[in-house]
């Protein structure tokens, strides 16, 4: 009996190893493991909607008794539009003056309706002969309303807020914003 079970256990261990070897065999080895190479990935540049479809700021001035004055012409122009270059000019045009404004009132701009939203926004201030040479170009906080408090330093003078679009690094808007305290 001892040399039936032998027999059988040996049948059975010849058997398993043959079905291995048949599974191993009908299956296809896996493919071997490929190095991932750094590709670069593709930045594509996005196109800035159709300057002449797009919002103006809004702006107003609130006087010191709290009313407040809306509805201003103003001169609203882009230098480059989806076709910049890091040295177009900064643009020279003639402001829009109010002369509702006197000392104590704010000049407010919302740039929020701007869709989408600028990268920068710089103040400049002009001077010089016909207002065209820039005295100051100063940073403006891009999450928040623009505020001047008109002072007598501040009447009769010339500004631009400069709108600056972004894609990456790359410039592809800008867009100025002109007015006058007069």
């Given amino acids: ?92 045009h003639e402001a829009f003056a109010f002369d509702e404004s006197t000392p104590g009132d704010t000049f407010h701009v919302d740039w929020s309706v701007l869709d989408p939203q600028p990268a920068e926004v710089y103040l400049l201030k002009r001077g010089g002969k016909d207002n065209q040479i820039i005295i100051s170009r100063e940073k403006q906080n891009v999450s928040t309303p623009f505020q001047l408090v008109i002072t007598d330093d501040t009447i009769g003078t010339n500004y631009a807020l400069e709108f600056s679009w972004k894609d990456h690094d790359q410039l592809i808007g800008r867009s100025q914003f002109n007015f006058g305290i007069q």
Wanted: charged letters at 25%; glycine letters at 4%; hydrophobic letters at 35%.
């Fill in 1 to 92: 009996m001892k040399k039936w079970i032998v027999a059988l256990l040996s049948v059975s261990i010849l058997l398993s190893g043959c079905s291995n070897k048949e599974e191993s065999v009908s299956k296809p080895p896996p493919p071997p493991l490929e190095e991932k190479k750094d590709q670069p990935i593709s930045q594509e540049i996005y196109s800035l909607p159709d300057f002449g479809a797009t919002a103006a700021p809004l702006m107003k001035i609130v006087k010191k008794n709290g009313v407040v004055l809306s509805g201003f012409h103003a001169n609203y122009s882009s230098s480059c539009w989806n076709d910049c270059k890091d040295d177009d000019p900064i643009m020279d």
